[in-house]
């Protein structure tokens, strides 16, 4: 089996296998799926080893038919954008099974969903066949809504649902509009190179609505506005382990969707890149009101999450080598700084069965080494110099200013109700008297899942090439497509 097939089937592997163990054995169940998880893991570590940053566009390819009198193909690839994002969804995914401690029923079901969950994201970001792509976007669903309904909080029906509902409306208008894409270019497959070439032919109009639905598609998982309003209950009634994947990985899905779609139509995403921007920085406003607003833990992580991105957007819609290096960057800061403020907050909520920040304070006097890690993030979340979200927000609203002129700044405003956010949360959460004595700090566990993702935040911060050199060529690739207007 080649290299990437391998990677992508490891875990429903994993997953078939845990289906096989009896009920109770749940630390058999835990050992299983660390092992596959793992095993993704250090695949997708060779993947990004084996990747030529100045080479093809598609590497790694693997293809063969799958219905040939339909168009349909098993292809799968990796890029300059997905390679980076397959590590950090089998690194996350490993992450929250390490996290995934508190979880004491049904521990097979929960493991099983999770390793099935991790093959749906990987298929999303290995794809280069559009069928391919919508069978695994649409697999997703399946194990979150029963990952949420069956180990999440007091109102988890109403949050699976909501979450249900909201995907299933978007992935319809990206069905119509990829079946009308297929129809209309001629080129008898769903192949993504075979659409993007035939797709130039079509008239403007035609392609403004073809990326009209996909982006119906794509923003409600990215979450841009005005279609996140599934995003507060189901991240706060959410298990913590499954929170951190929804911000870290599922959110990333809508992006990278965003951009193959704006790369299959160029012409559609120039002409509508000022509302893609706008909206960007709505959503960066928007959802920095909803953080400051917020008096639960996660669901101001929630909404400060989706905040941050809309930097995603004004990036993309600035359609230019700063603004679309930032808004590739900022999929992985978000991923880092998102990640471990969930699996923290989990770690508090585990420990006093609370997120109300009223009912918290003193941590770092009981919890230093938790106190300490979670406040790096907070800090990382505010977009401070020497963490990579600065970086990578710097880069975008470089990109969105050089595109359309000081509005963008108006994203500024965002930045820094957020910053407000995120201060109020260190002042409520960690100072002032202890109200939780005898709370215990982070384990052995915990302590090896969250503080790699804070050194990253750190070191990318420092040296950011290291990010920025492996995203370089694609990004060169991608500024080329689009005919960019000068404010």
Known sequence: MHLLSLLLWTPIIGALLLALLPARAAHLARSVALAHAGLAFGLSLLALWRFEPSGPASQ?????PWTPETGLAYAIAIGGLSAPLIVLTAGMMLVALLASGSIQTNVRSYHAWMLALETGVFGVFLARDWSLFYLFWELTLIPLFFLINLWGGPKRGRASLTFLLYTMGGSVFMLVALLTLFASAHQGTFGMDALAQGAQALPLPVQQAVLAGLFLGFGVKLPAFPLHGWLPITYVEAPAPVS??????????????????????????????????????????YGALLAWRQTDLKAMIACSSASHMGFVLVGLGSMN??????????????????????????????RVHTQSLGRLGGLITTSPRLSVLMIVALLASMGLPGFVGFVAELHTLTGGFQRFGLWVGLASVGVLIGAAAALRTVSQVFMGPAKHEGMGDLGLTELVAAAPLVALTVGLGLFPNLALSLMAPTVLRLAALFPVATP
């Open 60 to 64: 790694l390819v693997e293809q063969a």
């Open 244 to 285: 951190l994947v929804l911000s870290a990985v599922l959110s990333k899905m809508g992006a990278y969707g965003l951009i193959l779609a704006a790369t299959t139509l160029p012409a559609a995403a120039a002409s509508m890149a000022p509302g893609l921007s706008a909206l960007g920085v709505i959503s960066i406003v």
């Open 321 to 350: 080598e700063a603004g679309l290096t930032g808004a590739s960057l900022q999929m992985v800061a978000h991923s880092l700084v998102a990640g471990t403020l969930f699996l923290l907050a989990g770690a508090i909520d585990g």
